[in-house]
């Protein structure tokens, strides 16, 4: 699986992104999927999930109540609607496979990593 995430940019803080994830030549609805983030300097981190029918969903304590992940399997597509941005959420974002099915959501369960989108939130 291919993955591309797009949307990111430059962002004053306290405003908006919607990131979004697709996939070329394979479907996703088959799949949890999840974004994580990795600012400057930082380890790769989760930030959400979905599952496959975008019913269920988990997030980051740090974004919880400002994220939310959601799905259009007919569009093939996973989005991240990032809302209230702040310096801290400043990261290179990228949309991944959970390929343990909903697993412990760590960053070694998620592959197909593509490349991934700037999110750069200005303070």
């Known amino acids: 699986v291919q993955l591309q995430a797009s949307g990111g940019g430059l962002v004053q803080a306290g405003g908006s992104l919607i990131l979004s994830c697709t996939a070329s030549?394979?479907?996703?609805?088959?799949?949890?999927m999840g974004w994580f983030r990795q600012a400057p300097g930082k380890e790769r981190e989760f930030v959400a999930a979905?599952?496959?029918?975008?019913?269920?969903?988990r997030y980051a304590d740090s974004v919880k109540g400002r994220f939310t992940i959601s799905r259009d399997n007919a569009k093939n597509t996973v989005y991240l609607h990032m809302n209230s941005l702040n310096a801290k959420d400043t990261a290179v974002y990228y949309c991944?496979?959970?390929?343990?099915?909903?697993?412990?959501?760590?960053?070694?369960?998620?592959?197909?990593w593509g490349q991934g989108t700037l999110v750069t939130v200005s303070s």
């Open positions: 979905v599952n496959w029918s975008g019913v269920t969903t």
């Open positions: 991944a496979v959970d390929k343990s099915d909903w697993g412990s959501l760590g960053t070694a369960d998620f592959g197909s």
């Open positions: 030549g394979h479907t996703l609805s088959s799949y949890v």
